[in-house]
């Protein structure tokens, strides 16, 4: 058993073609930019949707409220402001539910994700979940923040079909400090899959300010210097997240901080592609 978020499906920006993203609750991270931050807590939790609320007083009349609220109580609020953001699932469970959409991954090339949060923070869930669909035959991609033991990398490597890597801040301070972390593990795992020719996408929000000045020269160096150059996504902060945390009490750390300019994405990509790196802008 293990604690999920969400299940999305026909994503498209998770790993080739249409796939099902099983995101899982919890994440040793607390990034500034996070855009799933009811994801990082790997308890279940309330998500209050303030902008739903009637005011009709009820749920403070509740006991059930208190720790973790009745399911069935939070149908009964009359304006949908009351949500729970995780539940318990068996892999059996998931891969029911992912399978349901396996003629999109036949005609497209696509499988499931398992993102999170960290994926890795449930690691022996994340295991059984990728046994199962190996079972199934259904194509398995892990995205990572990479910050994990590397024992825990090494017992299911064999089992992933592509490593969705992210790369946030190549210098560990800076790394602490935005993602409440530092990355010298993070390299470390990123370093060992490229020696063992796993296969791995490297991600890199582009989050204006903190990481897309001299970091971008550094990250390209360092990515340099791998047993192989694995192609790259770049992905400019947006704020859609903003909002929610207020849902589930967090403070947004990237107020009024505004998305990257194209000019600003492009003159990126370009130091990525002039040292011969593949480069897409996007998922």
């Not at 999305?8 to 930019?33: E, Q, Y």
């Amino acid at each position: 058993m293990g604690t999920v978020l969400n299940i999305m499906k026909f994503a498209v920006h998770d790993g080739p073609g249409i796939r099902v993203t099983v995101f899982l609750k919890g994440c040793p991270l607390s990034c500034f930019w996070c855009h799933n931050p009811e994801g990082i807590s790997p308890q279940i939790e309330l998500l209050f949707y303030q902008e739903r609320c009637l005011d009709c007083g009820r749920c403070r009349k509740s006991p059930a409220l208190e720790l973790i609220p009745d399911p069935a109580y939070i149908k009964t609020c009359p304006g949908g402001a009351l949500a729970m953001a995780g539940r318990e699932m068996s892999a059996k469970d998931v891969l029911d539910e992912v399978e349901k959409d396996s003629v999109f991954f036949a005609e497209s090339g696509g499988g499931v994700t398992f993102s999170g949060g960290e994926p890795l923070l449930q690691a022996d869930f994340l295991s059984e979940l990728l046994r199962e669909a190996q079972r199934r035959d259904i194509h398995r991609v892990v995205d990572t923040s990479g910050y994990a033991p590397q024992e825990e990398l090494e017992k299911i490597a064999n089992l992933v079909d592509l490593w969705l890597f992210d790369l946030k801040h190549i210098d560990n301070e800076a790394h602490q400090f935005y993602s409440g972390v530092g990355n010298r593990q993070i390299l470390a795992n990123l370093r060992w899959l490229c020696q063992n020719n796993y296969p791995v996408n490297i991600r890199i929000p582009l989050i204006p300010g903190v990481n897309d000045g001299q970091n971008i020269i550094a990250t390209r160096d360092f990515l340099k210097t791998l047993a192989y150059q694995p192609p790259l996504n770049l992905l400019p902060f947006h704020k859609i997240g903003g909002d929610k945390y207020k849902r589930c009490g967090r403070i947004w750390r990237m107020d009024g901080v505004e998305p990257p300019g194209e000019g600003d994405v492009r003159r990126i990509a370009a130091v990525f592609k002039e040292a011969g790196f593949e480069v897409k802008i996007g998922g």
